[in-house]
């Protein structure tokens, strides 16, 4: 599967940005998808995860309550609403999908990764 994301940009602390994530190839339904985000200088870490169902969610501690992870079959897409941004969240995000069952927050458990998107907030 094929991933493009999107929605990236500047925002001031305590603005929000919606990212996208558009999936093309094979059945979009068979996978597991999540967001990774990487800053200068440190290892990629997981955001956040949804199910291939969509029922099912997980969510890094330090983005819980501020980013809503959601999917949309009918479009083969996947979203990262981002709100209450913080400096720290200053980074890279990727989108990734996995033949998993549930969620997984381990980068080995996606095959496919997007070419990822900048996400700065200013303080």
């Known amino acids: 599967v094929q991933l493009v994301e999107s929605g990236g940009g500047l925002v001031q602390a305590g603005g929000s940005l919606k990212l996208s994530c558009a999936a093309s190839?094979?059945?979009?339904?068979?996978?597991?998808m999540g967001w990774f985000r990487q800053a200068p200088g440190k290892e990629r870490e997981f955001v956040a995860a949804?199910?291939?169902?969509?029922?099912?969610?997980d969510y890094a501690d330090s983005v819980k309550g501020r980013f809503t992870i959601s999917r949309e079959i009918t479009n083969n897409t996947i979203y990262l609403q981002m709100n209450s941004l913080k400096p720290e969240d200053t980074a890279i995000y990727y989108c990734?999908?996995?033949?998993?069952?549930?969620?997984?927050?381990?980068?080995?458990?996606?095959?496919?990764w997007g070419q990822g998107t900048q996400v700065t907030v200013s303080s």
């Open positions: 990734a999908a996995g033949i998993t069952l549930g969620t997984s927050r381990s980068l080995q458990a996606y095959s496919s």
């Open positions: 190839g094979r059945i979009f339904s068979m996978y597991a």
């Open positions: 949804i199910a291939r169902s969509g029922s099912t969610t």
